[in-house]
C-alpha cells in the first residue's frame, strides 16, 4: 500500500498543475464510478480522496502523490447530467486539455461500474484513451457489489465491448488492489 500518499494541489488548468517529475495517472470514468474511493482504498487512507453520496463531488483536477515516483489524478467524473451544461463544457476543456497536454502523463484507468459494464459515455473515452498514445487500463469497479455467481459472465461482456482485459476492484474488499500496484509500479 503507498501509506505515504499524500495530497498534493488541485488545480483547473495547466497554471495550477504541480511542478514535480513524478510520472501521472488519470483516473477517468463516469462521476460517482468511484475514482475517490480507489484512491482511498489503495493509499489505506479513507479521508484522502473525498467520497460523496452525490455524484459530480471531484470538481476539479487533484493531485495525489503515491510516491517520490508516482502520482494518482482524480478526474472530475464524466456523464453526470445534474450539473449545467456550462459548466460541463467547461470540466471537459479541463479534463481534455489535462490529458492531451500533459507531458509527464503516462497512463490513464478508465473506471467502469462492474455491476453495469460500459456505457456510451465509457466506451467513447476508451477509444478516446487507445488512440491518445498512453497506456490505458480498464478497471470494474465496486466488484463486490456484483453477485459471485455472475462475475465469470460480467467480466467476459467487459471485456468483450472494451475488447482489452478488465481489472475487477473493490474499495471495499480491496480486491484488485495487488494488482492495480503492480500496474502502476511497472509504469516507473
Ligand atoms: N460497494 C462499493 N461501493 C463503492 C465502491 N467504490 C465506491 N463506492 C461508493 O460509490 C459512491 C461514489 O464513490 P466515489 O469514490 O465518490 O466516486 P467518484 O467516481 O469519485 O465520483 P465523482 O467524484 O462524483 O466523480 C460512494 O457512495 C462510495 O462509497 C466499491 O468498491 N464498493
Ligand atoms: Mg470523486
Redo the contacts with the bound molecule.
Sequence with gaps: MFRQARFLTSATGPEGYPVHRRTEVALA??????????IN?LTGKKGL?????R????QTLNFYALTDSLCLV?L??YG?AEVPHRVRAGWARMIEGYLTGRDQLKAILL?VDGRHGPTGDDLEMWEWIKASGRSGLAVA?????VKKSLRVKRMKEMEAALAAPVLP????TSEGKQGLMSFLLSLV
Design positions: 470514468g463516469r462521476s460517482n464510478v468511484g475514482k475517490s474511493s480507489l482504498a480522496a473525498k467520497v460523496a453520496k455524484p459530480g463531488r471531484t482524480d472530475p467524473g453526470f473506471l469497479t465496486k466488484w463486490d457489489k476492484f473493490s474499495a471495499v
